[in-house]
Nanobody, 127 residues
Framework: QLQVVESGGGLVQPGGSLRLSCKVS????????IGWFRQAPGKEREELSC????????QYVASVNGRFTISRDNAKDTVYLQMNGLRPEDTAVYYC????????????????????WGQGTQVTVSS
């Protein structure tokens, strides 16, 4: 049983930056693949990035590649999403999710089954 809590969202101007955090707690037997997702009003939820167990494997969707960076600190049970160069179209609720069934130290977008989700944190990019 795992708990997932996102934090770090807020209101920023276009071109600004935010760092989101995803804290995972519970009865850990292993480190897991983590994914960041977002959902804007009227749009389908999309996966933005994933990070493998050790942090060595990362992937990004094209729309955020070069602007967002995913990282993790397993000693703190925390995954981060550094978001730079934010645009109004980045406005959404951002979610963190855990895949407890990943076998290898890799991740692929749309390649994991996520069983634990946080409640989301709102990111608004507006002038």
């Amino acid at each position: 049983q795992l708990q997932v809590v996102e934090s770090g969202g807020g209101l920023v101007q276009p071109g600004g930056s935010l760092r989101l955090s995803c804290k995972v707690s519970g009865d850990y037997l292993d480190y897991y693949t983590i994914g960041w997702f977002r959902q804007a009003p009227g749009k389908e939820r999309e996966e933005l990035s994933c990070i493998s167990k050790s942090g060595k494997g990362t992937q990004y969707v094209a729309s955020v590649n070069g602007r967002f960076t995913i990282s993790r600190d397993n000693a703190k049970d925390t995954v981060y999403l550094q978001m730079n160069g934010l645009r109004p179209e980045d406005t959404a609720v951002y979610y963190c999710a855990v895949s407890p069934t990943t076998l290898y130290d890799v991740c692929e977008l749309s390649g994991s089954q996520y069983g634990y989700w946080g409640q989301g944190t709102q990111v608004t990019v507006s002038s």
